[in-house]
């Protein structure tokens, strides 16, 4: 039994030994085997003892100050393992030498160790402690649908539009839940992340202070979102799981040309087109004029994607075309809209798209702005995809022109177009990205979308006059967890193709 305890320490001492040497270096010569383990110990229990007691110290100090003990105590325990992490490095590289023996692990372990301690304490400090969120919890409908939008939930005889927005999200919900299934991901990691988010949308739309509608509502409505969400998935993995990979791509080709159907329903629901209002098919809906909040950014970065994906492959053939009826408008379209910063393109749409369109289009500011958005990224997408189409060998192109017999039209959607689109894909997800950042452009030509919103939030109200900074860290993580979110399915879809290999063109 000694032997096996004996055996037990060894290999904890080594694996400590591993992880020191990771983050501050090897220990210098004259620490023997000997002494190196009472140093690990020695090193890791003082640490122990300055975190604990700097945040006992620490407690004293804000114990009156903080009112909810629960995010008190949170920030404490990320202060303390901060704390540890400072004070463990900087003791190994004094107990253990490794400042003389590796000076660059050294110094590079106590610079990562002094940011985390420093980054983590500062906003975590300002999230846990000092910041007022009441600001953000009073106007949360209005930060996501806008003023107008918010003013037709809260107010009476306005109620039924909102089911409008309810259709938008699950449909959304539906296509996305059944892509999923059709993945890789284990069913564990899909259903508990998928519960986390709909867990805390709902605790979020719950959370009584400052509540200025009726949540059981909405809650409801949103739980029966996500119990769908789950049936599609469920749907989508069963078939997966006994259907061959052929019919599993085939599904996979179905929910993405549903993907792009549901883009444009869900703003038919929004705003029907005056023909179907007209013939007595659906009723007025909201006019894009009154869109706003979180719900515009969305719309305007789909519309950069989806839109901006077709017109980009259009561009890119019509340029690559040897006809000059199609290359010149191709190139002189691309390389005009490519010459100006969006801003300049945003105040066109507001300003001179209109004299444009409007002997075919009576199209507002927002629709306006959209299609801008879809030009803008559809010329970018298509230089992409012109260096894609360049890096193709010609050999699988005269192997399927004379192997296969396929016409040139054939050619380009099953050969030129797949592994163009494989070789350009993180090219085109960090296109869309920017398009995503740059919706927060469009407060300047006067629409109230995310940013704006958030920006001017602390006027809306005297009671959070000072509150400057919270709506606008909270508008900065909100883009960026939806920027997180696309790199992450970008690596999937990348992982899918066989893009990190030679091989898996035919995956595409």
Known sequence: MSSQNSFDREKLLEKLNKIEEAISGKPAKWVTDDKNSGTSLGALFISIFISIWYTFSELEELSDSVDKKGKLYLYLVIFAISTFLLFWVVLLSIFKGTITNSPVSAILGLVAAGSIYFICNWLFGFVLIEANWAIVLSSRVQLFSGHEMNRMMVVDGFENQMWRLWISLLLVNIVACAAYGTSDLPNWKFITFYLIISISVILFTWYPEYQNFDPEGPITRFIGVTIIGLSSFSATRWYSLKSQEFQINRLRRVLAILGIFTFFISLSVMDPPDTFVERGWMEEGIEPALWGGLFVNLVLATAGGVLGLAIGVILAFGRQSKLPIFKWPSTLLIEVVRAGPMVAWLYFAKYLLQ??????????????????????????????????????????????????????????????????????????????????????????????????????????????????????????????????????????????????????????
């Open 355 to 508: 004299d444009v369109i409007v002997p075919y289009s009576d199209a507002d500011a927002i629709m306006r702005t959209l299609m801008m958005f879809a030009f803008f990224g559809g010329v970018y997408t298509a230089e992409i995809l012109r260096g894609g189409i360049q890096s193709i060998r010609s050999g699988q192109i005269e192997a399927a022109a004379t192997a296969l017999g396929l016409n040139p039209n054939q050619i380009k959607m099953t050969v030129i177009l797949p592994n163009s689109v494989r070789t350009t894909l993180p090219s085109l997800v960090s296109l869309l990205i920017g398009l995503w950042k740059d919706t927060t452009l469009i407060f300047i030509i006067g629409i109230f979308d995310f940013f704006k919103i958030a920006k001017d939030l602390n006027t809306s109200d005297l009671e959070f006059a000072l509150d400057i900074l919270e709506p606008l860290y909270m508008a900065a993580f909100v883009f960026w967890i939806i920027a997180f979110y696309l790199s992450r399915i970008s690596l999937g879809i990348e992982k899918k193709l066989g893009l990190r290999s030679s091989t898996g063109g035919e995956m595409t």
